[in-house]
């Protein structure tokens, strides 16, 4: 008995002296992001700033963060090293979907000034097990450098959110790990790591008011998404346009036997799985001639993930249960869009605006893409002497439709060469209403 | 409240008791005669909502206008109960029917049992002032206490602030001057107008039980706005034919905006008044006209819309010379379209079917009130119009099996156990066989809900 319990504290001695070299490493990896970004809300184009936590995963200073810590709105990106030495950093690549950022680290200044950093190491988030022992590092409420302690308490929580990363959707193609590991603003963009210092998830949020729930990008959707930003600065997903929800509970009335289908919760008005024939309280049995289950919530990220990861313009072939008939249907896929388009400012107006997108347009029933959305107007300045207002679509200028933001910019170049009167055509729910923006 | 009122009573006196024209408290004894408080009960699905209004006597018939907020637009006539009509100080009560309400002016009509008609005194015998209230001048009028207190009438009186067209004619005084819907007089006794509700003073009562629903509008005791004797002794005579307050003339569109004076400036049209049409419903009769989106509407058969302020009355003016109209008149429209001028013959239609007539059913095992699908809930919806597939949920009664099962009012049935809903009449025999049916586990609806789809599995015992 005795001779067990020491071989147990020998062991454990060991390990302890392999997790710490393997954690200081980690912690060398570790930075702050101070960010200063454009915010178009107000009716004019302002710099905010922002504090948060990234890790660096490679030798030539790649830096993972969250895409709601750094977007491409971005002007100034600055790092803080181990060695609290501060560098610049670039935008590699953004992905809100997933809610990372890659940057890269000015390895120029890096050379010049003589600094070093470490690259973290990735560990196999597939691997983790509930009641894990993890870690959370990063710059909570701009306290650089803090460690917090948590096991995993769930490693597969399933939330979507359609505006989660700064109005952008997030979460539909993955589950998140959930941690009790404290995790708080600023911490975003920080690694969760296991006791050897090896990186499992990206931390990226937390119930505010809530006690210890966080959550973390897993390590696996990380590195896989950081390989393709670093290449390409995006990721391209193909679209169908088809809501899908659990079949719990409902395998009886569609007399379906368990675990065998996923339910289609919703169509997209116009979208290619509309356009297939696809309709709401549909089964998909089949996808692309694989059997699909979509039993509970946490299996629906890896559905929509199916159908996201296949090159846009595929044919998705699904096999549908509809009352008693078996139909096969086939959608051709799309590019996935946001439903946030362009931002810009029209300073001299006092105006901010954002492009109608088509997920947009279709999310308000609107009849087309036509135009773009008020995001705030400056008290005192023309627009909101006109009376447009936050939420007005701006159809129409004079007798040009905006069908493109480019063509307000162009519009707005010309009024700012020669101010006069111009009539704009606005809509709120469909209503339409005239607005005289005067000098 | 109660000893503040009797202050104010006795000090408002003296000015009055020295005036040459009749005792004031003369004039407004007879005055009284005029004026009723109506109780009824608005029957809810699960509950009951009493109602407490006052109302003006306008004709030997013992008919009573009341005001338009008294009932909430939705609320169907079957569901008023028990009209009972009360004279000033008394605890007696007459029953009354309800006739219905009149689009245009928006009244609601109701008439009181014969027997109870021997005392009162259509508001029309008193003079009309022939001039209107000039600013300043004093105004009176009768309030009524509420139902514990006996109706007790008591006075008030207060100066005209200022004369408006909301399109109507009406003058806000600089305090209340009536309980809303009774009638205010000038000094000499001459009718000047019937309060209306006041701006701001309404609010809703929501039920304890159903979130979301307003049940009943309730209006504070006393008005300082006074709708002049011009702009309602003309439609005194527009007693609803039905309790449905048909024939309502129907034009079909929907958005409506005015042009600002800023707009009407840049495209030369300055001292006139418009309204820019958008959202016309298919198949209406602005529709078949021609009316195209973007249309701004200058005259109605050859008046201009007059320049109204705030901008937004000019759209109530458009609406109001719509309603004074009867279905199958034709309005001549003079409208800008892009650059040019344009003509346009409307043959006005007949409002399709409103909320209120709807046809509906309580399903009390299930939980839930379904009604008919109609026009209007097309346009919100955004379907196609003259689609009448689906039935609407009216009224989900809390903690009840669908409510459980996330089915919320307003959505719009499209499924019923799988099956797609063609009519009412489907639905309802769908329905009324799961409500029978004690054996039934469960059953699954289709429904939409802000252009979203859902499947809910409501689950029965």
């Known amino acids: ?439 | 409240m109660k000893f503040h009122r009797c202050a104010l009573l006795a000090l408002s006196l003296l000015p009055f008791a020295i005036a040459p024209a009749a005792p004031v408290a003369d004039m407004f004894n007879d005055r009284l005669k005029s004026v009723v408080a109506v109780e009824f009960f608005v029957q809810a699905e699960t509950e009951r909502q009493p109602v407490m209004v006052l109302g003006t006597v306008i004709d030997h018939a013992g008919t009573i206008i009341l005001p338009g907020a008294a009932i909430l637009t939705g609320v169907a006539p079957g569901q008023l109960k028990d009209f009972k009509v009360y004279r000033p100080g008394s605890t007696e009560s007459a029953p009354a029917v309800y006739l219905g309400q009149d689009a245009f002016t928006g009244w609601h009509f109701v008439r009181v049992d014969e027997k109870a008609r021997a005392g009162l005194v259509p508001v029309t015998q008193w003079t009309a002032a022939k001039n209107e209230p000039a600013m300043g001048e004093e105004l009176w009028g009768i309030g009524l206490r509420n139902k514990d207190e006996d109706f007790q009438p008591y006075f008030l009186s207060s100066r005209v602030a200022v004369t408006m067209k909301l399109p109507q004619k009406t003058v806000i005084l600089g305090s209340d001057v009536a309980g809303p819907g009774l009638p205010v007089f000038n000094a000499a006794g001459e009718l000047a107008g019937i309060a209306q509700t006041s701006f701001g003073q309404n609010f809703l009562i929501f039920s304890r039980n159903q979130r979301g629903n307003p049940i009943v509008l309730v209006n504070v005791e006393e008005s300082s706005v006074v709708l002049l004797a011009g702009e309602v002794l003309p439609h005194l005579g527009r007693v609803p034919r039905s309790v449905a307050g048909r024939p309502i003339a129907w034009f079909g569109a929907y958005g409506l905006q005015p042009m600002d004076p800023e707009v009407a400036k840049l495209l030369k049209l300055e001292n006139q008044s418009g309204v820019v049409v958008s959202d016309i419903m298919k198949s209406s009769p602005a529709d078949q006209a021609g009316l195209q989106e973007r249309d701004i509407v200058l005259a109605i058969d050859g008046l201009p819309l007059p320049r109204l302020k705030p901008d937004r009355v000019v759209v109530s003016y458009f609406g109001q010379e719509i309603l004074r109209r009867l279905p199958g008149d034709v309005v001549t429209l003079s409208l800008l379209r892009g650059a040019s001028r344009v003509e346009l013959k409307v043959r006005l239609g007949d409002e399709p079917k409103l909320v209120r007539e709807a046809d509906r059913r309580y399903f009390e095992r299930l939980g839930f009130t379904v009604r008919e699908f109609l026009y209007n809930d097309g346009i919100l919806h955004r379907a196609s119009p003259g689609t009448t597939e689906g039935v609407m949920v009216h009224f989900v009664k809390p903690g009840s099996a669908v409510a459980t099962a996330g089915l919320r009012p307003d959505d719009w049935v499209r499924e019923i156990d799988g099956a797609g809903i063609k009519s009412y009449a489907q639905a309802m025999e769908k329905l009324a066989a799961i409500e029978a049916d004690k054996n039934r586990a469960e059953f699954v609806l289709l429904v939409s809900r802000g252009g979203e789809t859902q499947v809910l599995r409501v689950k029965l015992n």
């Open chain 1, 1 to 439: 008995m005795a001779a067990i319990t020491l071989l147990a504290l020998g062991l454990a001695g060991a390990a302890e002296a392999a997790m710490s070299r393997g954690f200081n490493r980690l912690l060398d990896a570790v930075v702050r992001i101070d960010v200063r970004e454009i915010e178009f809300t107000d009716g004019a184009k302002r710099i905010s700033g922002g504090v948060g936590s990234g890790v660096i995963i490679s030798s030539d200073g790649l830096v993972l963060t969250n895409a709601h810590v750094v977007s491409p709105q971005a002007v100034e990106v600055s790092i803080t090293l181990a060695s609290l030495e501060r560098v610049n950093a670039k935008l590699v690549g953004w992905d809100h979907w997933t809610d990372l950022a890659l940057l890269r680290i000015d390895l120029d200044a890096v050379k010049r000034r003589n600094l070093s950093f470490t690259a973290a190491e990735f560990g196999d988030s597939d691997e983790l097990f509930v009641g894990q022992t993890v870690f959370a590092v990063g710059t909570p409420h701009g306290l650089t450098r803090t460690v917090t302690r948590g096991i995993i308490s769930n490693n597969d929580r399933y939330f979507e959110d359609s505006r989660g990363v700064n109005g952008y959707e997030t979460g539909a193609f993955n589950t998140w790990l959930q941690t009790d590991a404290a995790i708080n603003p600023g911490n975003s963009g920080g690694p969760l790591v296991t006791e050897d210092g090896k990186v499992i998830g990206i931390n990226s949020r937390g119930y505010i008011g809530a006690d210890n729930l966080g959550f973390a990008i897993p390590a696996k959707v990380a590195r896989s998404v950081a390989a393709t930003l670093v290449k390409t600065g995006s990721v391209t997903r193909s679209y169908a346009g088809i809501g899908f929800r659990e079949l719990q509970d409902l395998e009886r009335f569609y007399a379906l036997s368990a675990n065998t289908g996923v339910l289609v919760g919703n169509v997209d008005v116009g979208s290619p799985a509309a356009k297939a024939g696809l309709r709401a309280g549909d089964v998909v049995l089949t996808l692309n001639g694989r059997k699909v289950d979509g039993r509970f919530p946490e299996q629906l990220p890896p559905i929509q993930q199916t159908i996201a990861s296949l090159p846009v313009g595929s044919i998705v072939k699904l096999g549908v249960k509809r009352g008693d008939q078996l139909v096969e249907l086939s959608a051709v896929t799309e590019r996935l869009e946001s439903r946030v388009g362009e931002e810009w400012a029209f300073e001299k107006w006092g105006l901010t605006v954002r492009k109608v997108s088509r997920a947009y347009a279709r999310e308000n029933q609107l009849t087309d893409e036509t135009g773009v959305v008020v995001l705030g107007v400056q008290p005192g300045y023309p627009a909101a002497e006109a009376g447009l207002a936050r939420g007005d679509i701006l159809t129409k200028v004079g007798s040009k439709t905006i069908a493109e933001l480019a063509q307000l910019k162009a519009l707005y170049e010309a009024y700012e060469a020669k101010p006069e009167p111009q009539l704009v055509e606005a809509q709120r729910s469909r209503r339409i209403s005239l607005y005289v923006i005067k000098p």
